[in-house]
């Protein structure tokens, strides 16, 4: 069927299009705008529940399940600033995407990366903790979130004595090959923060000596580290 030409269209149509198309765009835009709450996150099934919903493909269902909750701030067109949301839902959930894909790595990296850094220092706490918590499960694969977990606490928090407790959990239990030796000096470094030069000394004696570290480079590190100790230890004692 052939279209119609707008200029032959009843003018009197034409204004009670326009007259109805105005009445539309002030009434949306006099209709306060819907406002999401932090509290609707609705609580995460069981993780029965979320098995069975998966027919058999958790991994999948993990990723979506993913994407829904990271989503969640957008609701009816309105946003829920992530440091609104109920963070004991939000831990929940994240436990649950982690207990149907163990080997993934997004929940931890948004929990230590997007949940962690909202500027409520009660719901930092409560994050830095999960990620903790759930390092223990894989910590050979799980350690890049905690040691950003030990950041958080030592540089947003200023937190010297939880960021020494994360660093210590690395460097005791991240045993892999491939965990870096930054990574597993981490309480190191928060020990010179601290002023606990003598603990730090022992440590970095404790390295070297322990014939575990093999690269030149990684050996010299440590040895320059060392004499570096041993240099302050000595202006301190100078200085008393």
Known sequence: MAERPIARVPRL??????????????LKASSPQPRAKAEDLPPAPSIAALRLAGFGEPVALAKALMLYLQAFDYQSGSKVPYRDLDYGRLEVWLARILELDPRGQYPLLAASRLYAEVPVEEKQRRMLEFVYRQFFVDPSRRWPWLAHAAAIAK????????????????????????????????????????????TARIMIGGYIQSGKVKDPAELRFLDESLKRLEARMVGERGRK
């Open 13 to 26: 149509v034409l204004a009670l299009l326009a007259l109805g198309l105005a009445a539309q765009i002030g």
């Open 155 to 198: 540089h947003r928090l200023g937190d010297l004595p939880l960021a020494r407790r994360y660093a210590a959990a690395i460097q005791r239990h991240a045993t892999a090959d491939d965990v870096p030796l930054w990574a597993r000096q981490m309480e190191i470094f928060i020990l010179e923060d601290m002023n606990e030069l003598q």
